[in-house]
Nanobody, 126 residues
Framework: QVQLVESGGGLVQTGGSLRLSCAASEHTFSMYTMGWFRQVPGKDREFVAGITWTAGRTNYADAVKGRFTISRDNAKNTMYLQMNSLKPEDTAVYYC???????????????????WGQGTQVTVSS
């Protein structure tokens, strides 16, 4: 059973930055793609960014392109999400997820991911 643990959330002012981390319990050979999603109350969980573990291919939601950067450290089994120029509309619970299917690019649909972290709150004040 894979365990994913997020950290790094918090309260930040508009225009500020945060870096989220997601540590995975398994060795990287079994990890094909990881992603970040976010959710606000009353809305569906939406894709933010994804990264393939070996080739490092990335994709982003349009709302975060140019502001967020996803990366991974294979040796540490850890994925990161650097969030810059934060806006109040970025406020959400952020979840990391792992997809064990081999894909050319990260999937953007939540149902394609097999394991989820517990989430970390990001609040951007105006």
């Amino acid at each position: 059973q894979v365990q994913l643990v997020e950290s790094g959330g918090g309260l930040v002012q508009t225009g500020g930055s945060l870096r989220l981390s997601c540590a995975a319990s398994e060795h990287t050979f079994s990890m094909y793609t990881m992603g970040w999603f976010r959710q606000v109350p009353g809305k569906d969980r939406e894709f933010v960014a994804g990264i393939t573990w070996t080739a490092g291919r990335t994709n982003y939601a349009d709302a975060v392109k140019g502001r967020f950067t996803i990366s991974r450290d294979n040796a540490k089994n850890t994925m990161y999400l650097q969030m810059n120029s934060l806006k109040p509309e970025d406020t959400a619970v952020y979840y990391c997820a792992l997809d064990r299917s081999l894909r050319f690019m990260p999937a953007t649909t939540r149902t394609m991911y097999d394991y989820w972290g517990q989430g970390t709150q990001v609040t951007v004040s105006s």
